[in-house]
Structures are given as C-alpha cells and as structure tokens.
C-alpha cells in the first residue's frame, strides 16, 4: 500500500513537472528577422518584440500579433471610376507598402488592409475625374506619381508606408474599346501608306540621282577622252614636226658638207654651174613638159659650147703638131 502511495505521488509530481515545463517553453518565443510581436499584459499593450529570444509571463502576458516587417505587395480588385468626359472603367491597382510601426499598425485601425484599399480607391477616383479618357490611357506614371505622393502621408496613423502605387490594368468600355481598335488600326493603314509613298519617292530620288550620276560621269568619260585625243594628236604634230625639221636640217648639212667638200676640191664656178646643171637634168628626168632654165643654166650652157670649141681646136693642133715631131 505504501509503495502505491509512493508511485502515485511519484506520477503527479512528473506530471506537474512535465505541465510546468511545457509552460516555462510557452514562455519562450524567439522573434525571427524582419518580423515583430505585439504583446499585451493583462489586455493592455506591454511591448514589441524585435529579433532575439524573449520571455513572457505564463498566464499574464500573451501574443497579439505577429507582424512582418518586410515590403509587401497588394494587388486590389478593379474599381470602377468615371473620367472627365464621363467614361467610366475599370482600374486594378497594385500596392507595396512596408508596415513600420507594429504598434499603430495593430491599435491604428480596424482592418489596416481594407483600410489602404479603400483609400486607394478614393484617391484613384480623385486623380481619374481630372482626367480625359485620353489622358487616362497615356499619364500612367503621372497617375502613378499622384497616387503615391497623396497616399505618403495618409496611412501613417495606421503605421503603413506606401512606397509605390502602379496602375495594372486600364480596362474601358467594350464600345470605346471598339472604336479604339479602329482608331488604330487606321492609323497604323495611314502609317504604312505614308511609308509607302516615302518608298516611292525615296527610290525615285534615288533612280534619278543614279541617272544624273551617271550622266556625270558619261560626261567627264568623253572630256577625259577628247583631251587624251587632242593631246594624242598634238603629240603626233609635234613629233611630225620634229622629223620634218630633222630631215630639213641633215638635207641642209649634208648640202653644206658638199658645199664643204667642193670647196676644199678648188672647184670654181664653172664646175659649180655645171653641177647646178646636172642637178637639173636629174630634176627633169623626162618626166616634165615645161622647163623653166634660169639664166645662169643659159650662160652655162654657152660656156660649156665655147669650151668645147677651144677643147676641139686645141685637139687639132695637137695632131698636126705630132707628125711633125
């Protein structure tokens, strides 16, 4: 009975031992990075929990909520908003905000989330209703900029920073969507036929500038051949020329080395004339009808009779005066 006792008694102290373990590792929270833990002492805030090991008191303090600290992303269902000219679409918006007081962000407000929506939506409709849709469909970044610098400020009570605001989606109307589409498509027809006629002309341009260059060309092909003709002939002329006076100038020295020659021979004028007279006779040569004789041949001709005379007598004295001898 007694060992029953002592078994028993054993049992409920590891039992209480085991529950007050359990209870000193409840006590225990470590904080990873980039979170937060609210905790409240009696329904009242105590603290906030950064990265580390913490201890809380068992049955006293408990854990509100755990809180992320990194950038996160929200992206929102579409909202419809209204333009200027009275065009209502559907605008999608994505949100990245970074929660930098856990305490605010916890006691600041209802639901933080719903919250940033809808003040997103009514800023969104704010910035849209000063717009055309025109202007809707091409300032994004414009949007965009306006969105963030209204909501920098707007959620700090709420302990949210809103780092950036992008629109992701514009949808219009099915007719404006339509008549969008035609838009386009006539622009881009206008386009293409414009780049069309710039083609044309482009190569017209150029099939012309092709001709006048090569008409250039043709052009200073034929100069550059007329020079060289003209160069080529007035080479020929000139070296022509050159043998002509080449020739004229051996003629007349091989005359006067005749004329040399006769002189230093003792010929007189007689033998002079007579050469003149035989240079006739070659010149002549039967071939001629006419013949002028200059008077000098005349003379010499009758000089040459009245020495052929004075050649015969004195032959024939020579023979009578031989038989005497």
């Known amino acids: 009975m007694l060992a029953a006792t002592i078994n028993v008694q054993f049992v409920a102290i590891a039992v209480v031992a085991v529950v007050i373990l359990l209870i000193l590792v409840s006590s225990i929270r470590i904080v990873p990075q980039a979170h937060a833990v609210i905790i409240e002492r009696l329904g009242g805030y105590l603290a906030t929990w950064s990265v580390g090991i913490h201890f809380k008191v068992p049955f006293i303090d408990r854990i509100t909520k755990n809180i992320i600290l990194k950038e996160q992303v929200v992206d929102f269902a579409p909202q419809p908003v209204i333009t200027k000219d009275n065009v209502t679409m559907l605008i999608d918006t994505v949100v990245f905000f970074q929660i930098t007081d856990p305490k605010l962000f916890t006691y600041g407000v209802e639901?933080?989330?719903?919250?940033?929506?809808?003040?997103?939506?009514?800023?969104?409709?704010?910035?849209?209703?000063?717009?055309?849709?025109?202007e809707t469909l091409t300032s994004r970044e414009t949007i965009n900029t306006k969105m963030r610098s209204s909501l920098d400020t707007a959620p700090d009570p709420w302990g949210i920073k809103v780092n950036r605001v992008e629109l992701k989606n514009i949808?219009?109307?099915?007719?404006?969507?339509?008549a969008m589409e035609k838009q386009a498509k006539a622009e881009r027809e206008k386009r293409a036929a414009i780049l069309t006629s710039e083609g044309v002309k482009q190569s017209d341009i150029l099939r012309a500038?092709?001709?006048?260059?090569?008409?250039?060309?043709?052009?200073?092909?034929?100069?550059?051949a007329a020079i060289?003709?003209?160069?080529?002939?007035?080479e020929a002329m000139l070296r022509e020329?050159?043998?002509?006076?080449?020739?004229?100038?051996?003629v007349k020295e091989a005359d006067a080395e005749g004329i040399?020659?006769?002189r230093e021979a003792g010929a007189d004028a007689a033998v002079l004339q007579l050469r003149s007279l035989e240079a006739f006779e070659k010149a002549a040569d039967g071939k001629a009808t006419k013949i002028i004789i200059p008077n000098d041949i005349a003379g010499l001709a009758g000089t040459l009779q009245a020495l052929a005379a004075v050649v015969e007598k004195s032959a024939e004295s020579n023979a009578d005066a031989d038989p005497q001898a």
Do not use: C, F, S, V
């Open 241 to 250: 020329a050159e043998g002509e006076a080449e020739a004229i100038r051996r």
């Open 171 to 178: 949808t219009p109307p099915a007719d404006i969507q339509g």
């Open 111 to 134: 639901n933080p989330i719903m919250a940033i929506e809808n003040l997103t939506a009514t800023t969104l409709r704010n910035i849209i209703g000063e717009l055309e849709l025109d």
């Open 228 to 234: 060289l003709r003209a160069e080529a002939k007035k």
């Open 260 to 262: 040399r020659l006769l």
């Open 209 to 224: 500038e092709g001709k006048k260059q090569a008409a250039i060309l043709d052009a200073e092909a034929e100069k550059q």
